[in-house]
Nanobody, 115 residues
């Protein structure tokens, strides 16, 4: 059974930090490109950050310089370090893993940035 499980979300004040984790099972993790997406109420799901099986990264302009994606293949885990958080970062954050032919989603974790 394929499973991606996110954790680390919560309520944080503007300017604060959170680190999201996504643990994968049921896939050959090291062969998958991994990504973090987010979806705010009434908005389309958007790519936040991605990291390929080879370690190349890509970021949305809105988070560039504030967020960092990384992976630990030995732990089957992808991380999203989120610094200098803003209210507009509030969303459900989803983990995604894919090869050319297959893709999978986690259940999501809520991030709320508010004073």
């Amino acid at each position: 059974q394929v499973q991606l499980v996110e954790s680390g979300g919560g309520l944080v004040q503007p300017g604060g930090s959170l680190r999201l984790s996504c643990v994968a099972s049921g896939i050959i993790f090291r062969l998958h490109n991994m990504g973090w997406y987010r979806q705010a109420p009434g908005k389309q799901r958007e790519l936040v950050a991605a990291i390929t099986s080879g370690g190349s990264t890509n970021y949305a302009d809105s988070v560039k310089g504030r967020f960092t994606i990384s992976r630990d293949n030995a732990k089957n885990t992808v991380y999203l370090q989120m610094n200098s958080l803003k209210p507009e970062d509030t969303a459900v954050y989803y983990c995604n893993g894919r090869t050319v032919g297959n893709g999978f989603w986690g259940q999501g974790t809520q991030v709320t940035v508010s004073s």
